[in-house]
Nanobody, 121 residues
């Protein structure tokens, strides 16, 4: 089971980025995938999750209305579209499978390598 997050970079406040979490070695379609982030000096937090059913989604209050999670099972990929980015969104972003299998239970299992998002003018 391997996950690889990508798409991070430097963006100005108010800007947008789309992160991708690509799975290899297994079919992602049966798994819920969570996006997490960890800023320096802070604990890792889950900010979004999508189940195998796209009706099963979760957003932390801090990103609700600004971030959108989606999945393309044909590409074995989960996306996180981030808009209206704020300096406090700067962090290393990670994706992970959920221990709940196809449902978001907020219990990460297999982690991917992170991708750094910097929000600065």
């Amino acid at each position: 089971v391997q996950l690889q997050a990508s798409g991070g970079g430097l963006v100005q406040p108010g800007g947008s980025l789309t992160l991708a979490c690509v799975a290899s070695g297994f079919s992602l379609e049966y798994y819920a995938i969570g996006w997490f982030r960890q800023a320096p000096g802070k604990e890792r937090e889950e900010i979004s999750c999508i189940g195998s059913s796209v009706l099963n989604t979760y957003y932390a209050d801090s990103v609700k209305g600004r971030f959108t999670i989606s999945r393309d099972d044909a590409k074995n990929t989960v996306y996180l579209q981030m808009s209206s980015l704020k300096p406090e969104d700067a962090a290393v972003y990670y994706c992970a499978t959920d221990r709940g299998g196809s449902w978001c239970t907020h219990r990460p299992e297999h982690w991917g390598q992170g991708t750094l998002v910097t929000v600065s003018s």
